[in-house]
């Protein structure tokens, strides 16, 4: 169920009978045809032991589940939209990003510690974010949300990309991550004080970054 993207905040998704979306509560801005929106209380496809894991790891954003026949337009906050297309793989984002995605993709919630171990543990108290994120998993697309656009950097073998903890937006793929120091000219120039370290992500797979130290 792939989006259209009207422009860099608004994108368009075909609903056909039988399939479903969803869709932070909210993010609907119009829509056509016989279309519903209704609560989700199951937890999407990953079901009820995903929405409780969501609930421990403070990943419960409300989602909606969206049915029917016809076109809705999705934005939200005025936030940019990059639309990611899985093919199999699985995608790592934070669930408040999250703006829409195909109810195929299965939903899960993975501990941060585990890509890291105690490092992943300290990404979470230094940028903010939860210890946990919201995982997607199959053949599908995600529409995620970003302050002032997003780059995707391809991450490949021996060449590991180093990302601003607070312009992390999302990655895919077979990556790992950990924080490490950055001591540097920002930590010179008197920049906040999560400039001191770096995500480090290495492996086989992408990262999106935002352009903007901004969360949502």
Known sequence: MPFREINSKMVEATIVPGQKMFSQRGAMLAYKGEVSFTPNIQGGQGGLASMLGRRVANEATPLMTVEGSGTVM?????????????????????????????????????????????????????????????????????????????????????????????????????????????????????????????LELSGSGAVYVQASEEKL
């Open 74 to 198: 999705f934005g939200h906050g005025g936030h940019h939209i990059q639309v990611i297309q899985l093919t199999g793989d699985t995608l790592y984002v934070e669930a408040d990003r999250l703006l829409a995605f195909d109810g195929t993709l299965q939903q899960g919630t993975m501990f941060m510690g585990s890509q890291g171990g105690v490092m992943g543990m300290v990404r979470g108290q230094v940028t903010g974010q939860g210890l946990f994120t919201t995982t997607l998993k199959g053949h599908g697309a995600v529409a995620v949300m970003a302050h002032g656009g997003v780059i995707e950097l391809p991450i490949t073998p021996g060449r590991a990309v180093h990302v601003d903890p607070q312009a992390y937006v999302a990655h895919h793929g077979d990556v790992r991550n950990k924080l490490s120091t950055a001591l540097g000219w920002r930590d010179m120039v008197g920049r906040g004080s999560g400039e001191a370290f770096q």
